[in-house]
């Protein structure tokens, strides 16, 4: 579990203070971890920017890439571009609860960070709500399931050439 993890490791004792780079390449197997399987492919670069301060880290996490994912409509898989970042402070001390995402608690002595649940969170919080493939949107994509849709929309019904007068009542309500 946590040998696919371990480079996701910052080890902050030994570095100075100011600030330090770090960079990783995020692929599936990262996503498979944590039992993830909405990418069917996926490659993110990550930089990560520590700056360590004498009382507590800052971090600053930018990600960007593509990944593969299913439109919620038409069920094809598309890229989708992820572009996101992230910030948050390390404080050292015990007993001490916070109700911040942008702080985390490590105990007094410690002396790395693992930051792939970090990672993962910031990542996964920036996909779209809904996923659309960009053919549904702009009308390019032809598939067996959207020629359904189309077919199974309403139509407005119309009486000898004119429209259904049943309807101009609601229409009065916009």
Not at 81 to 92: G, L, R
Request: aromatic share 12%.
């Amino acid at each position: 579990m946590m040998t696919v993890l371990k480079e996701f490791d910052i080890p902050f004792v030994g570095l100075k203070t100011g600030k330090h780079d770090f960079l990783y390449t995020i692929e599936p197997k990262f996503f498979a971890h944590f039992g993830f399987t909405d990418f069917q492919t996926v490659k993110l670069n990550a930089k990560v920017t520590l700056d360590k301060k004498p009382s507590f880290l800052e971090f600053h996490f930018a990600i960007e890439g593509l990944g593969q994912l299913q439109c919620d409509v038409s069920m094809e898989w598309y890229d989708q571009k992820i572009s996101t970042a992230y910030d948050f402070v390390v404080k050292f001390g015990s007993g001490q609860e916070t109700d911040s995402d942008e702080i985390v608690l490590l105990p007094e002595g410690s002396y790395q960070i693992n930051i792939a649940q970090y990672l993962y969170e910031c990542i996964v919080l920036s996909l779209p709500y809904k996923r659309i493939h960009p053919g549904v949107e702009d009308g390019s994509l032809k598939n067996e399931i959207l020629e359904k849709l189309s077919a199974l929309e309403p139509k407005e019904e119309k009486l000898n050439g004119e429209q259904d007068p049943r309807w101009n009542k609601l229409k009065d309500l916009l």
